[in-house]
């Protein structure tokens, strides 16, 4: 009974352990308190006869998108959350990191937000947002809806990036937490999978340990 009870419980620890590492913590903080980026310019078209305007909204404030646009919001989070780490999204991702010595190790995730374009024939946008969390900035990637891309041109000067763009959808900025000395720190709700987790493989182990404890019992009676 006792082995049969260790091997249960091994095999109950081993896919908690699986669980844990399919939610990895790529973040620098929590998204749902961090606010959509700010334009720091009026945005540029490469056709001269555009008019409209663009919308940034944060991953936190994704209510307020289409459904269509929460859906890709959604599926960006994710493929983030569940990655082995910040440059398994790309391969370009380790490679702009080595050119600013940043070991890969050290990435993560600060801002996740949608931008939209209104108006048609937009042809090539160039953009410019600032925010405080530009700070320490590595990279910009662009979610297509089945991968992530590094935007080749992005770049952040004096707190704003600047970048350049023919579709729109989830971006991502990615910054070393080495340089910031910010430990990841997701809030409640992002990191419930793995709190709910913890509790039902220590639920599960209490269980067995007393089934097998009353099937004991009950030999010895």
Not at 108 to 117: G, Y
Not at 127 to 135: A, H, R, T, V, W
Not at 187 to 202: L, R, S
Request: aromatic share 8%; charged share 15%; hydrophobic share 45%.
């Amino acid at each position: 009974m006792k082995k049969g009870f260790f091997a249960i419980a091994l095999s109950v620890m081993l896919v908690f352990s699986m669980m844990t590492s399919v939610f990895a913590d790529n973040f620098v903080g929590s998204m749902t308190s961090v606010k959509a980026p700010v334009e720091a310019a009026k945005p540029t078209s490469s056709n001269p006869e555009w008019k409209g305007s663009v919308t940034v909204v944060a991953s936190g404030e994704q209510s307020t998108l289409s459904e269509a646009a929460q859906a890709q919001m959604k599926a960006a989070y994710t493929s983030i959350e569940t990655a082995a780490d910040v440059a398994a999204l790309s391969a370009d991702v380790a490679t702009v990191a080595a050119e600013q010595g940043v070991k890969t190790a050290d990435l993560a995730i600060s801002d996740l937000f949608d931008i939209s374009v209104e108006g048609d024939n937009y042809g090539t946008l160039t953009i410019s947002l600032k925010s405080d969390s530009f700070e320490n900035f590595v990279a910009l990637l662009h979610y297509t809806g089945s991968a992530w891309e590094v935007v080749k041109d992005a770049k952040v000067e004096n707190g704003v990036l600047t970048f350049s763009a023919s579709n729109f959808s989830p971006f991502a900025i990615v910054v070393s937490t080495e340089a910031t000395q910010l430990p990841p720190s997701p809030t409640t709700g992002e990191t419930a999978p793995v709190a709910i987790a913890a509790a039902a493989v220590a639920a599960g182990i209490a269980g067995i340990a007393v089934l097998c404890y009353g099937r004991k019992k009950a030999d010895e009676d």
